[in-house]
């Protein structure tokens, strides 16, 4: 019974999100497709990262990494493509091939060596590989350092679909979104999701009956990295931009409270907790009200920052908390 | 039921409430600036021009009442991107002005000239948008960020300076600044420092080879709160003695009051200062001290012309903003009186302007400010203006 | 070669290093102690410094102003760890890691509505703002000699209190075997709250430190929180002896490299292309030496006795 409420929310907000751009239509007003774009891209991100933090409790604190990843295969083709008239570097198909490979050789190197470590030093060795990487895009000249690129044409997927019309744009999201979330269902749900999960909470246990944890967190790891990198790629095409601080450390954290802020180990609470993230930003800061010549939404960060603690200490799936009905817990 | 309610508010609050629809007799202007974090001074600065500039103008432009929203980038690219989103597809802005960095500029600006509404820089100056990717919606009410050093150069050349010893951050605009003197300065470099951005803040292993490289004088770029820190430890470094220092945007009438008496004398180029001598400047400088208490600063200036600049397009086309095309002539006309005397737009649609140099020194109330000592360029011109192909 | 400038260089990283020290060591006591991860310590350091302009535009005297600064951040510490940390010592990384996140975005804030947002400076007392020959021909500031000067005074105090006091043992213990001291009874609550308070008070005297030439403003403490992270972590956590090596060898690695590298590249490639490689190298020096120690040595360079689980 109990799981059923659960569903129909769930349901209900899917339904929503399937609407948004007649929604925004009938407002009026397309700025909120552009938006609940922007929040599924980084939601499919944090479901990526919830298979590392969620399931395996790999505290990883440079996923941002990856998005930058992508959206720099995006950018650099469409540089070459406008800059020296290198057509084929802006063929859809191209770039996110490049982009799925890059990630994935990119994961597969930083995991290969972080997952020797445990703890604060895995969450500081991740970090310091996004750290690399940030400072990479900083200093390559070629591509505008920390100005970043402006890209002049999207992706050109052959007349499949046009990324330059929003809607479409939306709906390939839309449908992404809903991709990753069945792939993390059914991933969560195998064999391979059950000893991901068993090295969370028992890493000797898993060994003794024959698991390398070693080869699964691995493949947890890469398989991450490569959404995180599709999720760049359509940021790219989203925001017709690149730069280095997509990469930076602070982003990774926005991620992470994201999960947190959604529920841990919940299927949908990155969902959630990116709505939730990115909204609060927006109505917070937007508070039209003065307090002594100061306005309270200049200063919204006094308010996020304690009820941040306070989702932490007393909140402890976040939104999950909130919802009726049991979420999927493990 | 309650917790129900909770999380169907957070699915509402996505489509937001709809937009009345643009109320015709309106000019509306978003301002995007940086007014959280420890970069939000400068947001201020320029905020309180801009309000100036609205009560100068009694509130209105011809005859229409003026309307300007605010939005904070919060010094990163991506949060100024959708400020500007919501701006133009949002609040329907006619006009988005404002922008401090570069950085955030760059992916701001396709959201508002390829929805049709014009962006105004107040600020940043990045060569792309000056030269090849110049656009006829894009105007600025600042200069082209080689310019400044430009001048500088030339100043070292008078001044004899045989020997050159340059540090600046390494970012775009770090790189600008040192492509600019190094265009105009004929003698030697004799080292580079591009030092790290925006973490570094300690310079003593720069300064350490600054010393040991005994130039005839040192070249620094480090705007907002890195000059303040910079001019900090060049003054415990002992080298004024030895190397006289050369700035460009480093001391600016925000951090005049921290660090005045270390800056005293200082020598530094720039398009305009607070006692340049027209009656607008003058009008400007005098009733924005009366009204804040301390000098606007250079970013308060250009936020102010930029104001004025809009104003005089609104003035021209009679209030009348469905006519773009003739909006963006009334624009690059700019028949208005600016701060720094009379304005003219470049092909590239970046001012071209004086400039000059100007020092350090303390006003009749014990206050510190800058005067002007000479001037360096007339009608100066920036070289990324025949990269861009309009006319 | 020029070995004066090289000599320079060396005091210029142990003056980075020994202030990174003083930040580390109060973050690696917290963390092999209590095991929490306190991401809010730079806010401390940013109040360290802010007191102490305060204080001195009061009383007119930095050395005053110095003295007035350590029990307050103390007591700010105290204050900090009794309404919010205490309750997550029990609770995983990821929730400390965020709480103490939301605290950076409230000290920030709530920093910038006393202050405002321009920062604040400190100005020096005279005989602090001179500078001395200690190596011929080459002035030094005095007040960098003073920070290397105070910042080895407390590492040997440091040891001292580690080595030879009733609570340095109990922080030993604590490092490697938490639930040790519970069970010698002693008040652990009290104990947790006490080198909390230090770690603060450190971290204070490191702002305090670095305020007269860094500038005192918001965020000064997550830039150089990172270092210190990244100082913690090569040196091992709950590790004193780790955090202070690791803090030079981070401070002199910063500062020599960032000066010679430009020089070492031009070897190599083209001289524009040095020059602005090297600061994005010199950037990534310390997390690729953070990720080859970590690579090699998954525990850090010296991790506590019987932490090898």
């Known amino acids: 019974m109990t799981l059923s409420i659960r569903f129909f929310i769930n349901a209900a907000l899917l339904i929503i999100l399937a609407l948004v751009p007649f929604l925004t239509d009938w407002a009026g007003d397309s700025f909120y497709t552009g938006l609940v774009s922007r929040i599924l891209i980084l939601a499919i991100a944090a479901l990526s990262l919830n298979l590392l933090i969620g399931y395996g409790g790999m505290v990883s604190f440079g996923h941002a990494a990856y998005i930058g990843v992508g959206a720099y295969v995006v950018g650099i083709g469409a540089f070459h493509a406008f800059e020296d008239g290198i057509d084929w570097m802006l063929n859809g198909y191209f770039q996110l091939f490049t982009t799925l490979a890059v990630s994935a050789v990119i994961a597969l190197i930083i995991g290969a060596i972080s997952l020797r470590t445990r703890g604060v030093y895995f969450i500081m060795i991740t970090m310091a590989f996004s750290q690399m990487l940030y400072f990479t895009a900083v200093g390559v000249e070629t591509y505008g350092a920390d100005d970043g690129l402006t890209i002049y044409s999207r992706s050109d997927m052959m007349g499949l679909i046009d990324l330059n019309d929003e809607k479409s744009l939306y709906y390939l999201i839309f449908v992404s979104l809903l991709a990753v979330l ?4 059914r991933l969560v749900g195998s064999q391979f999701g059950n000893v991901i999960r068993g090295t969370k909470s028992n890493e000797a246990r898993m060994r003794a009956i024959g698991y390398s944890p070693y080869k699964y967190r691995l493949t947890a790891f890469v398989i991450a990295g490569i959404i995180a990198g599709y999720a760049g790629f359509l940021m790219a095409n989203l925001s017709d931009f690149v730069s280095p601080d997509m990469m930076h450390w602070t982003r990774s954290g926005d991620l992470i409270i994201m999960i947190v802020l959604g529920g841990i180990a919940n299927l949908f609470g990155p969902l959630y907790g990116a709505v939730v993230f990115l909204m609060l930003g927006e109505l917070l800061s937007s508070i039209p009200l003065t307090i002594g010549g100061l306005s309270v939404g200049e200063y919204w960060q006094l308010i996020f920052g304690p009820l941040l603690i306070f989702i932490v200490l007393y909140a402890r799936n976040g939104i999950d908390s909130f919802l009726p009905g049991k979420g999927r817990r493990t | 039921m309650n917790r129900k309610l909770i999380s169907l508010v957070s699915a509402v609050a996505l489509l937001g409430v709809p937009v009345m629809a643009n109320a015709a007799d309106n000019v509306k202007i978003g301002f995007v600036t940086t007014l959280s974090t420890g970069a939000g001074a400068i947001g201020k600065d320029m905020r309180e021009a801009v309000d100036l500039a609205v009560e100068h103008l009694g509130g209105k432009m011809a005859g229409k009442p003026v309307e300007i929203i605010y939005e904070d980038d919060e010094f990163k690219p991506e949060i100024g991107k959708q400020k500007t989103d919501k701006l133009v597809k949002k609040d329907k802005v006619d006009f ?15 959201s508002a000239v390829d929805n049709g509404t014009f962006l105004i820089s107040s600020n940043a100056g990045p060569s792309a948008l000056a030269g090849k990717l110049c656009n006829e919606d894009f105007f600025s009410t600042s200069w082209q960020n080689d310019q400044t050093p430009m001048a500088m150069g030339e100043v070292l050349n008078q001044r004899g300076i045989k020997k050159l010893y340059i540090m600046a951050p390494n970012y775009a605009a770090g790189k600008n600044m040192v492509t600019g003197v190094e265009r105009t300065f004929k003698g ?23 010393r040991a490289a005994k130039p005839d004088a040192l070249f620094v770029f480090y705007p907002g709160k890195h000059g303040a820190q910079f001019m900090t430890q060049y003054a415990q470094a002992d080298l004024a003695s030895t190397v006289p220092l050369y700035t460009t945007f480093t001391i600016d009438s925000i951090s005049l009051p921290r660090i005045g008496e270390q800056a005293e004398g200082s020598l530094m180029t720039m398009f305009w200062s607070p006692d340049l001598d027209n009656p607008t400047n003058k009008k400007f400088v005098a009733d924005f001290k009366a009204k804040y208490g301390h000098y606007p600063s250079h970013y308060a200036a ?26 963006r002539a009334a624009l690059k006309e700019a028949d208005f009186k600016s701060i720094r005397g009379d304005f003219k737009f470049g092909n590239n649609h970046v001012p071209i302007q004086n400039f000059y140099l100007r020092q350090v020194v303390k006003d009749a109330d014990g206050q510190y400010t800058t005067k002007i000592v000479s001037t360096v360029y007339e009608n100066h011109q920036d070289p990324y203006a025949q990269e861009c192909k309009m006319k | 070669m020029n070995w004066l400038l090289l000599l320079e260089q060396v005091l210029n990283g142990f003056q980075l290093g020994l202030l990174l020290f003083l930040l580390a060591a109060g973050l690696t006591l917290v963390f092999g102690i209590m095991d929490m991860v306190n991401l809010a310590h730079g806010s401390l350091y940013m109040m360290g410094a802010y007191f102490c302009a305060t204080f001195t535009n009061w009383t007119g005297s930095f050395l005053i102003a110095a003295i007035l600064t350590l029990p307050a951040v103390f007591l700010v510490g105290v204050v900090v760890e009794i309404v919010a940390l205490r309750n997550l010592y029990a609770r995983d990384h990821l929730d400390q890691v965020l709480a103490t996140f939301g605290l950076i975005l409230f000290f920030n804030e709530l920093t910038r509505l006393i202050w405002g947002p321009i920062g604040l400076s400190i100005p020096l007392p005279e005989f602090l703002s001179t500078t001395v020959e200690i190596i011929p021909g080459v002035p030094y500031p005095t007040f960098r000699l003073a920070i290397i000067l105070v910042g080895f005074l407390v590492a040997a105090l440091l040891y001292f209190i580690v080595s030879r006091t009733r609570l340095g043992m109990l922080v030993r213990a604590g490092a490697s075997n938490r639930d040790m001291i519970g069970a010698l009874g002693i008040n652990i609550r009290l104990l947790f709250t006490l080198v909390f308070g230090l770690g603060a008070a450190l971290a204070g005297l490191a702002g305090l430190m670095a305020g007269p030439i860094l500038s005192v403003e918001i965020g000064m403490g997550e830039s150089i929180l990172i270092l210190t992270l990244v100082v913690i972590v090569i040196g091992g956590i709950g590790s004193i002896k780790g955090a202070f090596i690791a803090a030079i060898i981070i401070g002199l690695i910063d500062t020599v490299g960032r000066s010679f590298l430009p020089e070492i590249l031009k070897l190599f490639i083209a001289e524009d292309s040095a020059a602005t490689a090297a600061p994005a190298i010199s950037s990534m020096m310390i997390y690729l030496l953070m990720a080859l120690v970590l690579a090699i040595k998954p525990q850090g360079l010296f991790p506590p006795k019987g932490v090898g689980r």
């Open chain 1, 182 to 185: 069945y792939l993390m269902h």
């Open chain 2, 188 to 210: 030697e470099i004799v080292g580079k420092d591009m030092t790290k951005f925006p973490d570094q803040l300690d310079f003593s292993a720069e300064l350490a080879k600054v």
């Open chain 2, 302 to 327: 250009q936020s102010y012309d930029s104001i004025m600049l809009i104003d005089s397009a609104v003035e021209k086309v009679k209030g009348d903003l469905s006519n773009h095309d003739a909006v």
């Open chain 2, 96 to 110: 988005v002005a404002g922008f401090i960095w570069s950085h955030v500029l760059m992916a701001s600006y396709k």
